[in-house]
């Protein structure tokens, strides 16, 4: 059977949809201070699910779970109010405002199972990934919970510059939530970015966004790099460490990381979330092809 959850997302005045439901595209950068600027803009499609504009998101989202955990066909889908599906990756918003953003859970912390957002399946339903039809598993824990950013997406025809030239990894933005809380996979969480690490995974570009749920007890403590340090020691080099050396227990070699092996700040943060949004809303548009990406 079928079971449903019901979370709570985050309410958002601005944001981008892809459904029946308005969106918002990123414009702007000159806001001061660092700060991301959006202006509301319209498009029409000639698809599916045309954009059309409302400054209103149901802040009530529930999480149905379709099979069994740990098996092939279990999927958690996403449902909105009136109990239609949508897409964590799209319909969910990605900003809102003051530097606050929805982070979606894909990975609870302190467990291995491989889950992820299915990116080519219609309404991006959360699943186990596989390898050579079997279940996927980490080799030990991972300590943060870890998911993705919505609203966004690594753009695998771009080459970035400041990293070694690694061109995207074709998926949304990952989060790595350091709370002390375990969350539970498909929660929306608000959180802030605290640092970036450009981690180049089989010479592909790989983000992991560090980030803290505002609910956690000591978020108010930290607001950038230096902070986690400050108030999370060690977090930072447990958090490329894990990432570098996950994938050595099967034989593969270490991942690397660019930008001098180190967390960017976050200023820098708020540059990948703002480019990897506008790469985004380019493929929503169809503006670069999808592939076999769902735009569902």
């Not at 092939?72 to 949508?86: A, M, T």
């Not at 030990?140 to 400041?162: M, R």
């Not at 956690?216 to 990432?243: M, Q, S, Y």
């Not at 034989?251 to 001098?260: I, Q, T, W």
Request: hydrophobic share 40%; proline share 6%.
């Amino acid at each position: 059977m079928a079971a449903t959850r019901v979370i709570t997302a985050a309410s958002a005045t601005t944001s981008c949809f892809l459904a029946k439901r308005a969106f918002v595209l990123p414009a702007k950068r000159s806001c001061g201070g660092g700060a991301l600027c959006f202006s509301r803009r319209a498009f029409v499609l000639k698809s599916k699910r045309p954009f059309s504009c409302s400054a209103i998101y149901n802040p009530q989202v529930k999480v149905k779970d379709e099979g069994q955990p740990e098996t092939l066909d279990y999927r958690v889908f996403f449902l909105d109010g009136s109990g239609k599906k949508v897409s964590p990756w799209h319909d969910i918003p990605l900003t809102l405002g003051d530097g606050v953003f929805n982070f979606i859970v894909e990975i609870p912390k302190e467990s291995k199972a491989k889950m992820e957002v299915a990116t080519d399946e219609d309404f991006t339903p959360i699943k186990q990934d596989t390898k050579k039809g079997k279940l996927r598993y980490y080799p030990y824990n991972i300590n943060w919970n870890y998911g993705l950013l919505p609203q966004t997406w690594e753009d695998p025809s771009q080459a970035n510059a400041e990293v070694e030239g690694a061109f995207g990894d074709n998926d949304p933005v990952d989060v790595v939530e350091i709370g002390e809380t375990q969350r539970k996979i498909g929660e929306v969480l608000k959180i802030k970015p605290l640092a970036a690490l450009a981690m180049i995974d089989e010479g592909e570009l790989d983000w992991k966004i560090v980030a803290i749920s505002l609910d956690d007890p000591k978020a108010h403590l930290v607001n950038d790099v230096d902070d986690v340090e400050k108030h999370f020691p060690g977090t930072l080099t447990a958090i490329r460490d894990w990432f570098r050396d996950y994938k050595i227990p099967d034989g593969k070699p270490a991942n690397r990381f660019g930008l001098g092996d180190k967390p960017a700040n976050k200023e820098y943060a708020l540059k990948i979330i703002h480019e990897t949004n506008e790469s985004w809303a380019k493929l929503v548009k169809r503006s670069v092809d999808a592939g076999d990406l769902s735009l569902f």
